[in-house]
């Protein structure tokens, strides 16, 4: 069932804080130049970033250069981040800012598709083998009915689990427009499966 996975569970809150902190220790470590450290930073927050640009970009053919593009802007502004919010806020800073600059380039030349389906790419990024993924690509269609900033916020804070001051940093708005937003979503999604709304048309 869907629901289950719109409330987090306080486990998994503290199971993610717990991931957020060793992501930020390595971040820490590979700014000496600690390589492992590189690689498990970059491993651990690889496929977030995947799902995070998918969303935004709207273009699946662009969502892998611009999760290349985040972390070749990350490694190189790495000496630079000190650790004073989370490793993860801070990449996926620099991927909605990936994703702004890919607008501004294209915006400069005609799109070959006027509607690209982003969410094969973004069904393409997720392990098929796992129970509840036929519920994970229901969700997919449900978040595809959302308001780009209400999906934002939910794909933010309900999928990716940052914190909402995080989410904030990283949308560039007030926590409380956040709140809103994911509260707005939680409630629209809600309305769309007490209505059985998983089959509604593209």
Do not use: N
């Amino acid at each position: 069932m869907i629901t289950s996975a719109l409330p987090a569970s306080r486990a998994k809150s503290d199971k993610a804080a717990a991931l957020d902190e060793s992501i930020t220790a390595w971040a820490l470590a590979a700014r000496s130049g600690d390589a492992d450290a590189v690689e498990q930073f970059v491993g651990a927050l690889h496929r977030d970033v995947q799902r995070y640009v998918t969303h935004l970009c709207g273009d699946p053919q662009a969502a892998d250069d611009l999760a290349q593009d985040t972390f070749l802007r990350a490694l190189g502004s790495l000496h630079r981040f000190e650790g004073r919010s989370s490793a993860r806020a801070w990449l996926l800073s620099i991927a909605r800012r990936a994703v702004i600059d890919s607008y501004r380039y294209a915006a400069a030349r005609p799109r070959q598709s006027d509607v690209p389906d982003w969410r094969v790419a973004i069904e393409l990024a997720q392990p098929c083998d796992l129970p509840g993924f036929d519920d994970g690509i229901a969700l997919l269609d449900l978040l595809a009915s959302l308001p780009d900033d209400r999906r934002e916020a939910f794909v933010l804070t309900q999928l990716l689990g940052l914190p909402y001051a995080e989410a904030a940093e990283v949308s560039d708005c007030p926590v409380g427009a956040v709140r809103s937003r994911v509260a707005r979503a939680r409630a629209t999604l809600m309305d769309l499966l007490d209505g059985g709304g998983t089959s509604h048309a593209d």
